[in-house]
């Protein structure tokens, strides 16, 4: 046992073999500047290379002989963290089955630790140096001696602090006469730091809140006014004013002192929720999502820190966002799968809201018009509080929805992609001064290119998928590893010309559109036309200021937006998320069929919609035509009561990949055999495994699939299992080109 001052560090490393906490003296010239949280450098391994880590824990004694390394330098000034987000982290580690840097790392502030840090925006100024009555005293004198420095003068009585590049602008002085007032020691230069602002506050008016009907009004008291904090679920038909409830919260909280993050689904819906936040909180708003830039997403997380805004608002990540003294956490659409992170740590961001509430002792939000079914489930049992909004505020009523049957426009020879009465409604929506939005989810020209001569369809030399056509660039791309090459001329492999894309995708019905109605003006919003930094902003401020006639998109254009002109929604192959191998298929599908005809008819003017399907029977459109939630919800419960599927149980993926399809399937079959050993001999509840077997696309970027499903209920002796697996895979010898991911409720597991 070695006692005096150690810092427990964990070495910024990927490396599994050194995930673990290295004990390092702390020397006496840093002695009260390490804390947790801290970005150092420390001597590692036998050569003693200089690496950086974070400090996780400070103590005074440790169980180690020989003599113990010390910490060589601060590699930031600040800590990077504090002890709630390290619990955060801790959190993610245990229930995501991720390595302790990976966890560390999703906490931390995007870029704070790159080797080129992002740095200060700084700028250089200058400021009065004399008292007012001698400046203007020599103010005089300079007139006609030297008039340039005369105008740098009165401009300096009349500003605090102004720029050097303002001033000669302004004055049209140069910086020689800069120079030769701070030479006579008349004024002097001053540097401040500004913060790169993702908004333009002054550009938005300021609003007040309206009158909130009765619904509205009791739920904003639910929230603000209970004696204890809890978590709700907001449930609400679309455009019944969810998100004025989230500012009336937010108000009362801030006049408490307490502090408020906002999580919204996607970048598109930031803009427009922004805006509304900024003309209530004015700056006292921060936004965090990955369109920022990294200089913009630096100060405003230095904006948070520093407590200069207390309400965040962003994407899943903002969950992490800095924030002391939390008093309300609201998630917009909380149904949106776009919650769940992909790659590891796979955290839920409404699992981390409720860790992170319940620290601060706040409230959480959530709010949708189709929530999600274990979210329902928990309010029907009474884990969360349920609130109602059944009505639009203005009494305007939902929008009215006919389904439309594609099979008879074929038999009737409509070719189109487009139904006779679509196209006839958006005729009449031009005539009228009034706006569409369609809706299709899926992106590109086509879903794939196969040769008619053969049957050859071209697919990705990495993954086990067709490749999609993209007809802009004339390329052929594998939406999940990114490979593209160009579209060949003929066959790769019989040689014949007749070579054909099938499948339409945005940009087909895009031109489509262009080719029957020549006079109507579209706006296509997808992944391909949404890659630049602004461009969901930009996209959704044309469709807004231009009025253009379509707004034709793939899910961002589903759910959030609300413009007042547009009253007619298209669904276009309604049924394409039903015939999906995942037993969300009906949820995905109600609840998008549902949020994209809300978009219809939210201000004055009334909305309709047109689903098009080819399954016109099928129970979940009738009733996502009918905006029936509670009886979607009634049928899907019982259908996963009976499957036992969440939220009657959770579901964890054990995905095992290598660029070697030998091996891995023997290799998969001894994790299975391991597991259940373990979970028959610990494990004192009932589960099930399924697997291993291949996975529904058997290999993705070069690297072969075997999958393993256990059905179980997900409490401390299973994550311990699964966390002991996941170190047993470390270690194990066989496992030298395999990869392990384990995964609790994953989403769309392909």
Not at 594 to 614: D, L, S
Request: aromatic residues 8%; glycine residues 6%.
């Amino acid at each position: 046992m070695v006692t005096g001052h150690f810092a427990g560090v964990i070495i910024n490393r990927l490396a599994l073999n050194i995930d673990r906490i290295f004990h390092y003296a702390i020397p006496e010239h840093l002695s009260g500047k390490v804390t947790v949280g801290s970005h150092v450098t420390v001597p590692f391994g036998n050569g003693n290379r200089a690496v950086d880590g974070f400090v996780l824990s400070l103590t005074s004694e440790i169980d180690f002989e020989g003599t113990v390394k010390e910490i060589a330098s601060l590699a930031s000034p600040e800590p990077l963290f504090d002890e709630e987000l390290l619990a955060v982290s801790h959190f993610l580690k245990q229930k995501y089955f991720c390595s302790h840097i990976s966890a560390i790392k999703t906490v931390l502030p995007p870029g704070s630790v790159r080797k080129n840090k992002v740095n200060d925006k700084i700028i250089r100024g200058s400021v009065l140096n004399i008292p007012y009555d001698e400046a203007f005293d020599l103010l005089d004198a300079l007139r006609d001696k030297a008039p340039r420095q005369a105008q740098v003068l009165e401009l300096l009585i009349q500003n605090d602090f102004v720029a050097d590049n303002d001033i000669t602008f302004i004055t049209g002085a140069s910086y020689a006469a800069i120079k030769a007032l701070r030479d006579k020691g008349v004024i002097r230069s001053e540097e401040i730091e500004v913060f790169r602002l993702p908004v333009n506050y002054d550009d938005i008016p300021p609003s007040v809140s309206p009158k909130l009907t009765e619904e509205q009004q009791s739920a904003v008291d639910s929230v603000t006014n209970a004696k204890t904090p809890g978590t709700y679920l907001l449930h609400g038909v679309t455009g019944s004013g969810k998100t004025e409830v989230f500012l009336n919260c937010i108000e009362r909280v801030l006049k408490t002192g307490k502090t408020a993050i906002v999580l919204v689904p996607e970048i598109s819906l930031t803009p427009q929720m922004v805006t509304r936040f900024a003309s209530r909180f004015g700056k006292r708003i921060a936004v965090l999502h990955s369109a920022l830039s990294m200089g913009e997403r630096s100060d405003e997380y230095k904006r948070i820190k520093n407590g200069e805004a207390d309400v965040v608002v962003g994407a899943r990540s903002a969950i992490f966002a800095p924030l002391k003294n939390i008093g309300l956490i609201v998630i917009d659409e909380e149904h949106e799968t776009s919650y769940k992170a992909e790659n590891a740590p796979t955290y839920h961001a409404r699992e981390v809201a409720q860790m992170r509430a319940k620290y601060h002792g706040a409230s959480l939000l959530l709010a949708s018009a189709t929530p999600s079914v274990e979210s329902f489930y928990r309010a029907q049992c009474g884990t969360y509080r349920l609130l109602s909004l059944t009505h639009r505020p203005t009494a305007q009523s939902l929008p009215e929805v006919s389904v439309v049957d594609m099979r008879k426009e074929m038999a009737e020879g409509n070719r189109s992609c487009l139904s006779t009465q679509l196209q006839e409604g958006l005729l009449q929506n031009k005539n009228h001064g009034e706006q569409s939005i369609l809706f299709l989810n899926r992106r590109g020209f086509s879903s794939f290119v196969s040769c008619r001569s053969c049957g050859f369809v071209i697919k990705c030399k990495n993954c086990d998928v067709s490749l999609t056509y993209h007809k802009n660039r004339g390329t052929l791309t594998c939406h999940y590893c990114g490979y593209t090459v160009r579209k060949p001329s003929a066959c790769p492999d019989c040689g014949s010309t007749f070579i054909k894309e099938f499948g339409a995708g945005t940009q087909k019905v895009e031109e489509e559109i262009r080719e029957l109605f020549p006079d109507l003006s579209v706006i296509r919003m997808d992944v391909d036309t949404t890659g630049a930094k602004t461009a969901h902003q930009a996209l959704l401020s044309r469709f807004e200021e231009e009025k253009t006639d379509i707004l034709l998109g793939t899910q961002m254009v589903a759910k959030g937006l609300d413009f007042p002109d547009v009253t007619l929604v298209g669904v276009l192959a309604a049924d394409q998320s039903l015939n999906i191998d995942d037993f969300r298929a009906n949820e995905r599908a109600f609840n998008l069929i549902t949020q994209v005809c809300g978009r219809a008819g939210r201000g004055e003017k009334p909305g309709r919609a047109v689903i098009q399907t080819y399954m016109p029977d099928n129970d979940v459109i009738h009733l996502a035509k009918n905006q029936d939630y509670l009886s979607f919800y009634r049928n899907e419960i019982e259908v996963r009561r009976l499957l036992c599927y969440p939220p009657f149980c959770d579901i964890v993926s054990i995905l095992l990949t290598s660029p070697k399809a030998q091996g891995l399937f023997a290799y998969a079959e001894k994790i299975a055999k391991s597991v259940r050993i373990v979970m028959d001999k610990e494990y004192k509840a009932p589960y099930q495994m399924l697997g291993p077997c291949e996975t529904a696309v058997t290999r993705i970027a070069g690297r072969f699939r075997q999958r393993i499903w256990i059905k179980c209920d997900l409490n401390d002796t299973a994550e311990h299992i699964f966390a002991r697996l996941r170190d047993f895979h470390i270690r194990s010898k066989d496992a030298a080109d395999i990869s392990m991911v384990i995964e609790n409720n994953p989403y769309g597991a392909i």
